[in-house]
């Protein structure tokens, strides 16, 4: 069956630094990958798409690699800043589907 | 903000209870998904709909069900409500169903239901 893995361990970084986060996936090919926010005892909060045939994706200080040889995206948040701190949720999402398959999620904490 | 409402933002209901959940879409989006959030998890895929009719349903039991309305309202109903029940429900609405398409869902805030 379809498995995604994210660090269930929150990472915690200090105010500057870029975060990276994991997202890898088992047993399935997605057509394509999205990442969302989530705040708490919010709902998820699209950030950005990538597709299987694109390697890298940027947005302001955000970017978001997919490496369909290994399984696994990564998602960079450069500069970052207490306000970043948040739960981030991966979604490789299979073609044909428009429904979600998300991950647990990664909270992060971003220290000043 | 989404423009995704959802009501009431919380619920306590006892067990075997029923319960519905609204929800509000953004104007134009014809699909509507359901998702099921436990305390750590990430959302679950509940069911979609698409022009009003389901489109789609992940591993939940047929006490789980839906209704979508013309005019970008929805609805989740669940009978015989268990504790397992207890979750974040959120909607999420999307411009357009496709085979293949990669649309964008946006989120409501969530109805937090407590099932004692």
């Known amino acids: 069956s379809q498995k995604i893995e994210q660090n269930s361990e929150a990472l915690n970084i200090q105010e500057g630094k870029t975060a990276t986060l994991t997202c890898n996936y088992t047993n399935y090919s997605p057509a394509y990958l999205q990442w969302y926010r989530q705040d708490p005892g919010r709902g998820p909060v699209f950030l950005l798409l990538?597709?299987?045939?694109?390697k890298e994706k940027r947005k302001e200080r955000l970017k978001v690699t997919f490496d369909t040889t290994l399984k696994q995206s990564l998602f960079h948040i450069t500069a970052s800043q207490p306000a970043d701190s948040a739960t981030y949720l991966c979604?490789?999402?299979?073609?044909?589907?428009?429904?979600?398959?998300f991950g647990a999620g990664t909270r992060l904490a971003v220290h000043p | 903000e989404t423009g995704v409402t959802q009501s009431p933002t919380h619920l306590i209901k006892t067990r075997g209870q029923q319960v519905t959940l609204r929800c509000s879409s953004q104007s134009g989006h014809n699909t509507v998904s359901w998702y099921q959030q436990a305390l750590g998890q990430g959302p679950q895929f509940i069911f979609q709909y698409y022009r009003e009719e389901e489109n789609g349903r992940g591993n939940f039991p047929p006490r789980f069900s839906g209704l979508q309305f013309p005019n970008y309202s929805s609805e989740l109903n669940v009978n015989a409500l268990e504790l397992d029940d207890s979750a974040l429900y959120l909607c999420?609405?999307?411009?357009?169903f496709g085979q293949g398409s990669a649309d964008t869902q946006y989120f409501g805030p969530g109805t937090r239901l407590t099932v004692l």
């Open positions: 990538i597709r299987e045939n694109e």
């Open positions: 979604a490789p999402t299979p073609g044909g589907y428009n429904k979600l398959i």
């Open positions: 999420a609405s999307s411009l357009a």
